[in-house]
Nanobody, 117 residues
Framework: QVRLVESGGGLVQAGGSLRLSCAASGSISSTNAMGWYRQAPGAQRELVASITRGGTTNYADFVKGRFTISRDNAKNTVYLQMNSLKPDDTTVYYC???????????WGQGTQVTVSS
């Protein structure tokens, strides 16, 4: 099992930036893949971005060119740099980890991101 602790959410104006962090502890192999999802009230959780231990990344179309996912394997931490934020980006963001990007099994508690217009 892996414990994931997120930080970095908050309130920002449209066009601004935020950086989310997620520190993992526990089984290292269970963090071969890490990522960020988001979920608005009443909506399904959707992938924002993912990254493998080797650095292969994948992004949702709605964040391409604005968000960047990265990780520090030595610290077992994944980051999400969010630039050019829009009010539509307002929601709770969840860190996730798993053996592969198709098998995310561990989840953080979520961090709120609010973008004001």
């Amino acid at each position: 099992q892996v414990r994931l602790v997120e930080s970095g959410g908050g309130l920002v104006q449209a066009g601004g930036s935020l950086r989310l962090s997620c520190a993992a502890s526990g089984s290292i192999s269970s963090t071969n893949a890490m990522g960020w999802y988001r979920q608005a009230p009443g909506a399904q959780r959707e992938l924002v971005a993912s990254i493998t231990r080797g650095g292969t990344t994948n992004y949702a179309d709605f964040v391409k060119g604005r968000f960047t996912i990265s990780r520090d394997n030595a610290k077992n931490t994944v980051y999400l740099q969010m630039n050019s934020l829009k009010p539509d980006d307002t929601t709770v963001y969840y860190c996730t980890a798993g053996l592969t990007t198709n098998r995310f099994v561990s989840w953080g508690q979520g961090t709120q991101v609010t973008v004001s217009s």
